[in-house]
């Protein structure tokens, strides 16, 4: 389980999952519940994108940064 904080070393893709999500500080999540979560999201990227299975670009990652946040 993974534990929600306001502050912390959380990444990027954890806090975009906290948000999308609406958690609250203290709640606990499943790690598969957000892995799965983030794999989607990966995938959805990806096609929309027409990027193959390799390591994002700087410019890409930025990208799914944002695709993320705001999806």
Known sequence: MI???SKGL???????YIK???LKEGQK???IDFIEWIQ???????????IEDRP???EEQKRFN???KEE
């Open 66 to 68: 944002e695709f993320i």
């Open 20 to 22: 999308r999500f609406n």
């Open 56 to 58: 994002y670009s700087t």
């Open 10 to 16: 959380q990444t990027k893709e954890f806090n975009a």
């Open 40 to 50: 989607d999201e990966h995938k959805q990227f990806r096609k929309l994108n027409n």
């Open 29 to 31: 999540v499943k790690a």
């Open 3 to 5: 534990t929600v904080k």
